[in-house]
Nanobody, 120 residues
Framework: QVQLVESGGGLVQAGGSLRLSCAAS????????MYWYRQTPGKQRELVAA???????NYADSVKDRFTISRGNAKNTLYLQMNSLKPEDTAVYYC??????????????WGQGTQVTVSS
């Protein structure tokens, strides 16, 4: 059984920074990709950033040059450093995991989400 737990969300003013964390546990293949998605009410969940176990990254255009995805030294930990936050970044952020050598697949496992609110 795989479990993902996010932390680090909160309220921040526009222009500020937050760092999200995700800890994955359970039976996890060393070959995997991990993801940050976000969702606002009435909208579909959208990809924010992704990273493979080899360190390849992928970003949504809306967050390039502001957000950085990374993996920790501890196995299967994931981070999202968010700088220069904008009100439109307000959403519930979800951590996701897919266990495959094929990059950029829709996650099969999800965390419970963490709220990020950016005030103007």
């Amino acid at each position: 059984q795989v479990q993902l737990v996010e932390s680090g969300g909160g309220l921040v003013q526009a222009g500020g920074s937050l760092r999200l964390s995700c800890a994955a546990s359970g039976s996890i293949s060393s070959i995997n990709s991990m993801y940050w998605y976000r969702q606002t009410p009435g909208k579909q969940r959208e990809l924010v950033a992704a990273i493979t176990n080899t360190g390849r990254t992928n970003y949504a255009d809306s967050v390039k040059d502001r957000f950085t995805i990374s993996r920790g030294n501890a196995k299967n930990t994931l981070y999202l450093q968010m700088n220069s936050l904008k009100p439109e970044d307000t959403a519930v952020y979800y951590c996701g995991l897919y266990m495959s050598s094929t990059a950029w697949r829709y996650p099969a496992y999800w965390g419970q989400g963490t709220q990020v609110t950016v005030s103007s």
